[in-house]
């Protein structure tokens, strides 16, 4: 089986970027890579449901944390399959977003940290009972509120792609990077590596990390 790897951190904190550069690097290393992102917008429908509870579009169910937090979890669940079949067929199968994005989101939406209620939820909702694989690695792409904010924005003019409702939150984006912050203190899940997003990232070098 290949090793799952995570990219987490924040709406506009490079995630993507990242991704692009480490498949890179993975396949300069001669590993083969799988690259997924959630959620699976315009191949899920619960996806394309957390996409209209974002931008105001689900009534109260969209302001529901545990609502939108099962929507995130059927979006996952309903790629269990494909997830366990790129295990099997890649070396390394890198994700943009994982479980701990919905225990990040979720907890700072109700002003948990990461030792409250819901993020145990989310552990038993995602992994226990959907039986999604437990990451071998999660990096934490971590970046200020404000920078991510700089990020999103441009990219906002850039791509014509209107914010949704967090990603416009600056004290809700801060208090997730807090989550963030602690998850990866606390290894949940699985071993944490946190990486600069505001400087230039030796790919190379935490690729060669990652499998040894």
Known sequence: MGRLIV??????AGKRT???????????????????????????????????????????????????????ALDRQGALDD???DLASFDVVLLDRYVASNAA??????????????????????IERFGL??????????????LAAERATHRETVDARARDKWESDTPLQVRVGE????????????????VDGSADLDALWLTGTLLA
């Open 18 to 72: 990242l991704a692009d550069k480490l498949t890179a690097a993975f396949s300069e290393q001669g590993a083969s890579v799988g690259t997924r992102a959630f959620p699976r917008y315009g191949l899920s429908v619960t996806a394309d449901l957390v996409q209209e509870g974002l931008h105001g579009r689900l009534g109260g169910l969209g302001d529901s944390v545990y609502g939108m937090a099962v929507l995130y």
């Open 133 to 146: 694989p437990v990451p071998h690695a999660q990096l934490l792409l971590r970046v200020s509120a404000q």
């Open 105 to 126: 989101y979720g907890a700072a939406r109700l002003h948990e940290s990461a030792t409250g209620d819901f993020v145990s939820w989310v552990r038993s909702i995602e």
């Open 179 to 194: 989550v963030y912050d602690d998850l990866a203190a606390r290894s949940w899940l699985s071993p944490w590596h946190v």
């Open 7 to 12: 990219i987490e951190g924040l709406d506009g």
């Open 83 to 85: 997830l366990l079949s």
